[in-house]
């Protein structure tokens, strides 16, 4: 039996990449700050479920007097607000060096999105990946992109599975059905 290889573990600084992408920091300024994190968190559920990664997007507590707070967003995907006094960084840092240490996920792939220079070699010192939020909107983009393609690619094409559920005779009598419909029209209306 071939070992299972753990899905990668994305770490993203939320308010930095929500500084760093135009879009985001536009969304900020026009409307809220809580839009732009919906926003963030829509995108990147997205592109976790595309790429096949475990996401966890960390946002600073910012001067919030509340404990600290995971919010699931999907099996794969959660959001976590640090401890009062607590920066992002610290936190993605603290759960790469604990990572590091623990045998049982020495084959891991830990990957931190973040534009802080010296985030990025702290983390990366943890034998984590780096990822800038530039680097971070190009993929994401590829696999929206991606996507759309696959998806039109799809189009006009029936479905495996729906040729494969439905009986020989079944199939014989749709085709019949359609046939007949297309001799005479106005039985369809």
Same mark, same amino acid.
């Given at each position: 039996?071939?070992?299972?290889?753990?899905?990668?573990?994305?770490?993203?600084?939320?308010? @930095?990449?929500?500084?760093?992408?135009?879009?985001?920091?536009?969304?900020?300024?026009?409307?809220?700050?809580?839009?732009?994190?919906?926003?963030? &968190?829509?995108?990147?559920?997205?592109?976790?479920?595309?790429?096949?990664?475990?996401?966890?997007? &960390?946002?600073?507590?910012?001067?919030?007097?509340? =404990?600290?707070?995971?919010?699931?967003?999907?099996?794969?995907?959660?959001?976590?607000?640090?401890?009062?006094?607590?920066?992002?960084?610290?936190?993605?840092?603290?759960?790469?060096?604990?990572?590091?240490?623990?045998?049982?996920?020495? @084959?891991?792939?830990?990957?931190?999105?973040?534009?802080?220079?010296?985030?990025?070699?702290?983390?990366?010192?943890?034998?984590?990946?780096?990822?800038?939020?530039?680097?971070?909107?190009?993929?994401?983009?590829?696999?929206?992109?991606?996507?759309?393609? @696959?998806?039109?690619?799809?189009?006009?094409?029936?479905?495996?599975?729906?040729?494969?559920?439905?009986? =020989?005779?079944?199939?014989?009598?749709?085709?019949?059905?359609? @046939?007949?419909?297309?001799?005479?029209?106005?039985?369809?209306?």
């Amino acid at each position: 039996m071939k070992p299972s290889v753990p899905q990668p573990l994305l770490f993203v600084d939320g308010y @930095n990449i929500i500084g760093a992408w135009p879009q985001l920091s536009r969304l900020r300024d026009r409307e809220t700050l809580a839009a732009a994190r919906n926003q963030l &968190v829509e995108e990147l559920t997205n592109y976790s479920a595309y790429q096949g990664f475990k996401t966890r997007i &960390v946002f600073d507590a910012y001067g919030q007097r509340q =404990p600290t707070l995971q919010e699931p967003i999907t099996p794969d995907v959660s959001i976590h607000y640090t401890d009062y006094g607590q920066t992002a960084d610290t936190c993605i840092e603290k759960w790469c060096a604990e990572l590091q240490k623990d045998i049982r996920y020495f @084959n891991l792939r830990l990957i931190v999105a973040t534009s802080d220079q010296a985030h990025r070699h702290t983390v990366t010192g943890y034998g984590a990946e780096w990822m800038s939020a530039q680097r971070l909107a190009r993929d994401l983009e590829a696999a929206v992109q991606q996507g759309r393609k @696959n998806h039109r690619g799809q189009m006009g094409k029936t479905p495996k599975r729906l040729k494969t559920a439905l009986k =020989p005779a079944v199939h014989d009598r749709l085709r019949a059905l359609r @046939n007949q419909l297309e001799q005479r029209p106005h039985l369809g209306s």
